[in-house]
């Protein structure tokens, strides 16, 4: 019973002494090359938004992409968000978005990556993220989502004021 019982506590310092996959291991940073061409397609998306520039800003989207707004509705697939934004554009009263701050992450196989970056906008600080896949025709974006930022200072008078726009939100989505 004795060799059991050490050969179980063995086993089990052996394994609790393992460490976790560290995030090190999951991504990278990326060549010098990667990082260019990522920040040179940012840079260039938010330009093409802030130039009105339709097509170009939408060529940077892949077909299946995603996007998510700042209100809790707006979840487009690419064909929907282009007809929200086509009155926008038509009428040249887009968003201008310039990054202040930028992270990007590269997994370890090639293809695919991801960002965060904070944002000056007309709405003050904004959060973009998103998920980028590379294709033959380069960078493109999967997922995007666009958050605004909510100091915490003033976060309970925010919540007052959007509390009775979003609880309607809620009850109609755990109501399904």
Request: glycine fraction near 4%; charged fraction near 25%; hydrophobic fraction near 40%.
């Amino acid at each position: 019973m004795k060799k059991i019982i050490l050969s179980i506590l063995i086993t089990s310092l052996i394994y609790s002494c393992q460490q976790p996959a560290k995030t090190s291991d999951l991504l990278r940073t990326g060549t010098a090359n990667e990082q260019k061409e990522v920040i040179s397609m940012l840079d260039s998306f938010n330009r093409a938004a802030a130039n009105a520039d339709y097509n170009t800003y939408f060529n940077f989207f892949t077909d299946d992409a995603i996007f998510c707004g700042t209100d809790a509705t707006e979840r487009w697939n690419k064909n929907d968000f282009m007809l929200w934004a086509k009155p926008y554009f038509d009428k040249k009263t887009t968003w201008n978005f310039t990054s202040v701050e930028r992270h990007i992450y590269f997994n370890n196989s090639d293809g695919f990556a991801w960002f965060d970056e904070l944002l000056n906008t007309q709405m003050k600080i904004c959060r973009g993220s998103g998920v980028l896949v590379k294709q033959n025709d380069g960078w493109k974006i999967k997922q995007y989502i666009l958050s605004a930022t909510i100091p915490n200072k003033v976060m309970d008078s925010v919540v007052k004021i959007k509390a009775p726009l979003e609880d309607v939100i809620i009850k109609r989505l755990t109501q399904k």
